[in-house]
């Protein structure tokens, strides 16, 4: 009996503590959530949901990849450079809508491992260097025509 209360009386302490007794982050009181929940879990619904971010993210990755390759070559007109730059902004004609643009390379693939993850940003990365690169080159050229005239 002495060990069945004091049992209780850990277990309303750990309650009491994880419940927000302290400060706690988000991520803390989800995980908390998660493990108080009585409700029995879906175990293969979130491991679908797992794979599918894996998917998306792998997709992400293949598409940042074949624009890198196409930003790479130096024979491209700079028409062409920069349609490519507006398609991968989503940045189309008026009139048509194909969705808003991708703010952020981690939106919907938040919860892919760390390394996929950094290998996202690092890729992405690479692809806003070269953006800002020849909009730097664009600025350069322009300068030196303007002092031209």
């Known amino acids: 009996l002495l060990s069945t209360v004091a049992g209780v009386h850990k277990y309303k302490w750990l309650k009491q503590s994880v419940q927000g007794l302290y400060p706690q982050s988000a991520l803390l009181n989800t995980i908390v959530e998660f493990a108080l929940k009585e409700e029995p879990v879906d175990v293969e619904k979130m491991r679908k949901c797992l794979l599918k971010q894996l998917e998306r993210a792998e997709v992400r990755l293949e598409g940042i990849d074949t624009i890198l390759k196409l930003a790479a070559k130096n024979f491209l007109l700079p028409s062409v450079q920069y349609a490519m730059f507006c398609g991968w902004q989503r940045l189309i004609p008026e009139g048509?809508?194909?969705?808003?643009?991708?703010?952020?390379c981690l939106k919907d693939v938040d919860l892919i491992?760390?390394?996929n993850r950094m290998l996202l940003e690092v890729t992405?990365?690479?692809?806003?260097?070269?953006?800002?690169?020849?909009?730097?080159?664009?600025?350069?050229?322009a300068n030196a025509k303007f002092k031209e005239l």
């Open 96 to 104: 048509a809508n194909i969705g808003e643009p991708l703010t952020d």
């Open 113 to 115: 491992p760390p390394f």
């Open 124 to 141: 992405f990365g690479k692809l806003y260097a070269w953006a800002i690169q020849n909009v730097r080159n664009i600025l350069l050229d």
